[in-house]
């Protein structure tokens, strides 16, 4: 569900989940990961903050 979200985020500003990881520092495939876990609240927060939404927007369904 977060993944998903992210996806959809990156569709809107028309930038690869690749460019976010790489913008923020993350290792290689790190947000794709996301499908299966849970991210770390501090990764969290910072796509939150790179795609300037409340980090609450990935809890909601």
Same mark, same amino acid.
């Given at each position: 569900m977060i993944y998903?979200?992210? +996806?959809e985020l990156c569709e809107k +500003? %028309? &930038?690869?989940?690749?460019? &976010?990881?790489?913008?923020l520092? $993350?290792?290689a495939?790190?947000?794709?990961k996301w499908k299966n876990a849970v991210p770390a609240a501090d990764k969290l927060k910072a &796509?939150?903050?790179y $795609? %300037? &939404?409340p980090i609450e927007? $990935?809890?909601e369904k």
């Open positions: 998903e979200k992210v +996806k +500003k %028309n &930038v690869s989940i690749y460019r &976010v990881e790489k913008d520092g $993350f290792s495939s790190s947000i794709v &796509v939150a903050d $795609f %300037n &939404v927007y $990935f809890l």
